[in-house]
């Protein structure tokens, strides 16, 4: 039996179309026909697909389908894993905290959950909030997911919270950049302890309430209609197959929350207009010495040799992946579970 992993994508993207050019208008026709050109070579069975521009939603679009089992047809209000892109959320939460003078970006983790343990007494004492965001613990790529991934059921926040003294370091501390997902739930945890209510909680009632974002859930378990959710899909042995919904979380900051191309088009715009939103953009979520925060380099990055791009600097803020990208700012993030991709473009 062969497995592909490919199949849905949920694309929420601000473009500048540098590929066709930076001035250029596209119209939704294009889009269209780029997109199903591409589900078409990645044998994909659904997409969703949002554009922003100059503070308005200029596409917002379902292709394929939901489920091959019932060939429902995806809509822009399909709710779909975004998976790694939840950590922004995660991110801005903390922001929210940060403003409201409940906690600092410096704070000490092991002053917030006196149990964190990491791999010796140096960086258990001297690992802060901003350590568990930037991919620099000194772990390996990927340390402890198989706790969560594909099962994560038998695991609880304290086993995580305590696990990382029986890992080994790959790396000198702060050194070195490799993805963890096990130190988001970690960040999680401070702001259920922090704010008095789940991670969940938090983010359904102060990030996805306040944007009007219906159709999205911080995780799988918190939603209470599944009438419009999409199915993650593999192919096996050369044909599309839908597979289980995956919701084995400890909590959903490092990947859990499911989302559609119309609410996270919400989410774009909240994001360029730097934590302002509402039809007079004049509500605040975060401030923009917060978005400032989430959007600095924290940790460099190998900057790409691609002459398309024209970049100088690349690497990875709060939750967020920076570059430049012909001269413009890229904030970008991917999200992968098994079945299901994301992105997301700013």
Not at 286 to 302: A, R
Request: with cysteine; glycine share 8%.
């Amino acid at each position: 039996m062969t497995r592909k992993i490919s199949s849905l994508l949920l694309l929420a993207i601000f473009l500048f179309f540098s590929g066709i050019s930076i001035h250029a208008q596209i119209t939704s026709h294009q889009v269209d026909s780029l997109v199903e050109v591409a589900m078409s070579k990645f044998n994909v069975a659904g997409a969703s697909v949002a554009i922003v521009k100059d503070g308005k939603v200029v596409h917002s679009q379902g292709y394929g389908v939901k489920s091959m089992v019932t060939g429902e047809k995806v809509d822009n209000q399909t709710q779909f894993a975004i998976a790694s892109n939840s950590k922004a959320f995660t991110t801005a939460a903390l922001a929210m905290l940060v403003e409201e003078g409940k906690l600092h970006w410096t704070d000490k983790v092991a002053d917030h959950l006196p149990e964190f343990k990491m791999y010796n007494d140096y960086v258990t004492q001297n690992f802060i909030i901003l350590d568990l965001l930037t991919h620099r613990s000194g772990l390996g790529l990927g340390a402890g997911d198989l706790m969560i991934f594909p099962d994560g059921s038998d695991f609880t926040i304290h086993d995580i919270m305590t696990c990382f003294q029986y890992f080994e370091p790959q790396s000198a501390f702060r050194t070195k950049f490799d993805y963890d997902n096990l130190l988001y739930l970690v960040a999680g945890e401070i702001i259920a302890r922090t704010s008095g209510m789940s991670w969940e909680e938090f983010i359904k009632t102060r990030i996805m309430n306040p944007l009007g974002m219906t159709h999205s859930s911080p995780s799988v378990a918190y939603m209470h209609d599944k009438s419009n959710l999409a199915s993650p899909h593999n192919t096996v042995d050369g044909k599309l197959t839908a597979l289980p919904t995956y919701q084995d979380m400890v909590n959903g900051a490092a990947g859990g929350i499911y989302s559609s191309a119309d609410d996270l088009s919400k989410w774009m715009l909240v994001q360029l207009n730097h934590g302002k939103y509402g039809d007079s953009v004049d509500k605040q979520l975060f401030t923009e010495v917060g978005q400032n925060e989430m959007w600095k380099i924290q940790t460099s990055l190998d900057v790409s040799k691609n002459p398309r791009y024209n970049s100088h600097f690349s690497g990875y803020g709060l939750g967020w992946g920076l570059r430049d990208v012909q001269g413009k700012l890229l904030a970008s993030h991917t999200g992968g579970l098994p079945g299901m991709l994301s992105i997301t473009m700013l």
